[in-house]
């Protein structure tokens, strides 16, 4: 059963942004820790980045390959997750999930980032 949903992915050229959203499916909560990871063609799940979730302080870890360019972001309110991705590179291109741990943990079905160069 799909307990989380990914949106926002599309095509963009190089340099280019785009924001991801994760919302827990009917009947389904955040875990305190949520992450981000990717898979690219052929290559394995690689974590992305992480936030707790809940009223605490935000925090957050990134790979340090998105370092400076990705922002994840939460709102409590709109009970989602956000990617901010900015500064694209082709390198970005992957199916992007949002999952309960960096394993990838009850991910969704994911979204598709395309970078063009």
């Known amino acids: 059963q799909v307990q989380l949903v990914e949106s926002g992915g599309g095509l963009v050229q190089r340099g280019g942004s785009l924001t991801l959203s994760c919302v827990p499916a009917?009947?389904?909560?955040?875990?305190?820790?949520m992450y981000w990871l990717r898979q690219a063609p052929g290559k394995g799940l690689e974590w992305v980045s992480r936030?707790?979730?809940?009223?605490?302080?935000?925090?957050?870890m990134y790979t340090d390959s998105v370092k400076g360019r990705f922002i994840m972001s939460r709102d409590n309110a709109k009970n989602t997750l956000y990617l901010q991705m900015t500064n694209l590179k082709p390198e970005d291109s992957a199916q992007y999930f949002c999952?309960?741990?960096?394993?990838?943990?009850?991910r969704g079905q994911g979204t598709y980032v395309t970078v063009s160069s």
């Open positions: 999952a309960r741990n960096q394993n990838g943990m009850n």
């Open positions: 009917s009947g389904f909560k955040f875990s305190y820790w």
């Open positions: 936030i707790n979730t809940g009223e605490d302080t935000i925090s957050t």
